[in-house]
């Protein structure tokens, strides 16, 4: 049978326990989902590991390789992921963030999920993951003096802060949906996995797009096959997106984004240890330490229906373009926000942090990353999206 040499990707081991093994017929994950959706979130996620060897695996198509992950249905496992974002966001002067800009609001800190998200945007960070189920899943950030955990066991959800001894606690998504107005708490961090990053990019696979099997890889101690994927369309910033797939059971390992700009992934997620039997069911059990700060989210309800009123606010958003080409258009409520102004004209301050341009549309000023770039013109609408510059201001154009 014809072999593939391998590319060589290597495993470190991490949160080893033994664990009863086992498995559970999973509720089957559709491909492709949108791969905008990844950059969107500019959260990237694990440099390059070390070389120890890889496997000569059977040979496998491209399409027989998308089928397996469509197909897999292991829904248990538990492990250590490392995470690195190397975006390349632009320093803000005065303490302002690229949020102000749009007039977004993170969260209000201690154990909210959200206040944790702008975190992961950059620099390099440690995960534990486990899940057992659709009912039960644990996401923890480990740091160097404190731990963040997110677990969903059930009808509940508690995030815990180590480092202020906060407590977040919510009703489930699914019970949630029931009638009020709370969060998918668990998505806020789901896609801290190669498997929910694969998900998004196998939208990818269409006519705009080239994909091949290109290798073979060891990651997490595991044959897994290597999946490249490249766009076709030049005005998108991305290069290629590499999916590690296990050999055995479908799931995928490691994922990676590379930009166009060259250098190192801007958006990478590996696996670094996993387990795919049974975790622990005190993996998902969790109750309040002594002294700590609960908040329920029952009792800020009023802020989730203002964040609704909020987003009903921002009006004309489009989507333009095909593929990897497409460009997500928003209008800003009134126009610039006042605090993105650093005290003088919004125009002149976001000048300060980007490059101004000029088309048929008027004026307005790129912010540029090594992923996602973003034109904000002068009158307050915003075109944002994996593209190069000049593919913002044609579509800025159009929409003139």
Do not use: C
């Not at 005290?343 to 992923?371: A, H, N, Q």
């Amino acid at each position: 049978m014809a072999r593939i040499r391998p590319t060589q990707v290597a495993d470190d081991g991490f949160w080893d326990e033994d664990r009863p093994k086992g498995r559970h017929k999973a509720a089957r994950y559709a491909a492709p989902v949108a791969v905008a959706g990844i950059a969107a979130a500019t959260i990237g996620l694990v440099p390059a590991l070390a070389s120890t060897g890889a496997p000569d695996l059977p040979k496998i198509t491209a399409e027989e390789l998308i089928s397996k992950i469509a197909a897999s249905d292991t829904e248990q496992l538990s492990g250590s992921v490392k995470v690195t974002t190397d975006l390349g966001i632009p320093s803000l002067p005065g303490g302002a963030s690229l949020g102000d800009l749009a007039g977004g609001q993170q969260g209000d800190g201690g154990a909210s999920p959200e206040s944790k998200l702008a975190e992961l945007a950059s620099g390099t960070h440690t995960l534990r993951v486990a899940a057992d189920g659709p009912e039960r899943q644990r996401v923890s950030i480990i740091e160097k003096a404190a731990e963040y955990s997110v677990i969903h066991n059930g009808d509940e959800v508690w995030a815990y802060n180590s480092a202020d001894n906060s407590v977040y606690h919510a009703e489930s998504p699914a019970k949630a949906a029931k009638g009020d107005h709370r969060r998918d708490v668990p998505e806020d961090l789901s896609g801290l996995t190669p498997r929910e990053a694969a998900k998004k990019a196998l939208a990818a696979v269409d006519a705009t797009t080239q994909v091949k099997v290109d290798g073979t890889a060891r990651v997490a101690g595991r044959d897994a096959y290597q999946l490249l994927i490249r766009p076709k369309q030049s005005d998108s910033t991305v290069g290629a997106i590499r999916i590690a797939v296990d050999a055995k059971n479908g799931v995928p390992l490691k994922f990676a984004l590379e930009p166009k700009s060259g250098g190192r992934a801007a958006i990478d997620v590996a696996f670094t240890q996993v387990d795919f039997g049974k975790p622990k069911a005190s993996t998902f059990h969790f109750t309040p330490p002594k002294g700590a700060k609960v908040t329920e989210e029952g009792r800020a309800e009023h802020k989730a229906k203002g964040e609704e009123k909020s987003l009903r606010e921002l009006s004309g958003l489009n989507v333009v373009g095909k593929g990897w080409d497409s460009v997500a258009r928003l209008d800003l409520p009134g126009g610039l926000p006042a605090s993105a102004s650093g005290g003088g004209e919004p125009s002149d301050f976001l000048g300060s942090l980007g490059k101004k341009v000029k088309g048929d549309f008027g004026s307005g000023t790129v912010l540029s990353t090594r992923l996602v770039n973003a034109l904000i013109t002068d009158d307050g609408k915003v075109f944002v999206g994996a593209v190069d510059k000049s593919a913002l201001i044609d579509a800025a154009d159009a929409a003139k």
